[in-house]
């Protein structure tokens, strides 16, 4: 774990609520894992005075370039989405576990909803360095707030689900029939609580490997102030050091 000053060099404007942050590093980037998170301080407001955890995105390490997939909800990632380039932000990383390496042999299915896709993007990387056999399925309320389709479709194929229907199959991503066909042995999941809920209860019913990566309310992220606990076979652990990712079977859901 590092405390590093990286200078913003672009700020991508998505779409109303998404942005990418380009952040280069003046030094060689540590190696990070994917599922791994920054805490990022939010300078200038005396309202954001936590750090806030937002996972590491994408990677390149020949440029020492780190990028961050934000969605804009309060106070702390507004005044972050105003940033211009050359500002500078202070992160301390990489922090938490990560997700497994699938087997050979494997087919994995990479779930995400909302901003939920972020930690998806580097298992997809790692799974392909690998040739390991992978897909996405990335649920949207509707077409439109669908992102950076081109990045991950670089990766893998992309399957999409949209409540309203306006791209891909209609639905929640818990309806996608891809779910259901069990043609996929493992899953990685992140995104709001009840999707990962859904998506674990899916799993289990199918005895279907699966870890999901949890965004539980956190403001150290290195297991000082204990806001983040997740209750666990383990009993009440942080989510921050022990996590972010865990295998289901470890989490007392009701599922
Ligand atoms: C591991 C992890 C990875 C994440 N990755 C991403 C990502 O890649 N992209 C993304 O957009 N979002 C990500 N998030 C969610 C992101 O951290 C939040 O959306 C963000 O912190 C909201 O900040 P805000 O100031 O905009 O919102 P606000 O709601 O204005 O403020 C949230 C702040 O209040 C603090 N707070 C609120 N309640 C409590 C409490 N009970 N105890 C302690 N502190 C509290 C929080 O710690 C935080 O500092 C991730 C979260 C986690 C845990």
Same mark, same amino acid.
């Given at each position: ?13 998505? !779409? ?11 030094? $060689? *980037? ?9 805490? +990022? ?9 936590? &750090? ?20 804009? +909800?309060?106070?702390?990632? &507004? ?6 380039? @050359? ?18 042999? !494997? $087919? ?14 580097? =298992?997809?990387?790692?799974? &392909? ?15 439109? =707030?669908?992102?950076?389709? /081109? ?11 949209? /409540?309203?229907?306006? =791209? ?21 999941? #992140?995104?709001?609580? %009840? ?5 674990? @209860? *899916? ?7 699966? /870890? ?7 403001? #150290?992220?290195?297991?000082? #102030?204990?806001?983040? +606990?997740?209750?666990?076979? &383990? ?8 996590? %972010? +990712? ?10």
């Amino acid at each position: 774990m590092r405390v590093e000053d990286l200078e913003l060099i672009a700020n991508h404007s998505l !779409s109303k609520d998404y942005y990418v942050l380009d952040l280069q590093a003046k030094d $060689k *980037i540590p190696d990070i894992l994917p599922g791994q998170f920054a805490q +990022v301080r939010v300078d200038n407001n005396k309202e954001t005075f936590l &750090r806030r955890p937002i996972s590491v995105y994408d990677i390149d390490y020949k440029k020492n370039i780190i990028n961050l997939l934000i969605k804009e +909800v309060g106070k702390g990632t &507004r005044a972050l989405s105003e940033l211009k380039p @050359g500002a500078v932000l202070n992160l301390i990383y990489p922090l938490g576990n990560n997700f497994s390496m699938a087997e050979e042999g !494997s $087919k994995s299915l990479l779930v995400g909803g909302g901003v939920g896709v972020a930690p998806l993007l580097l =298992q997809a990387k790692a799974l &392909r360095e690998r040739s390991l056999d992978f897909a996405f399925l990335l649920g949207y309320q509707t077409a439109g =707030q669908i992102i950076e389709i /081109e990045r991950f479709s670089k990766q893998g194929e992309v399957l999409i689900a949209t /409540e309203d229907g306006s =791209q891909g199959n209609k639905g929640l991503v818990t309806d996608h029939p891809v779910l259901h066909e069990g043609a996929y042995n493992r899953i990685y999941c #992140c995104g709001p609580d %009840p999707m990962m809920k859904a998506v674990a @209860g *899916i799993a289990k019913a199918n005895d279907i490997f699966c /870890e999901v990566s949890l965004e539980n309310t956190m403001a #150290c992220g290195y297991g000082v #102030c204990l806001c983040c +606990v997740v209750e666990t076979n &383990r009993g009440y652990i942080n989510t921050c050091t022990e996590g %972010p +990712v865990f295998n289901i079977k470890e989490l007392k859901w009701q599922i």
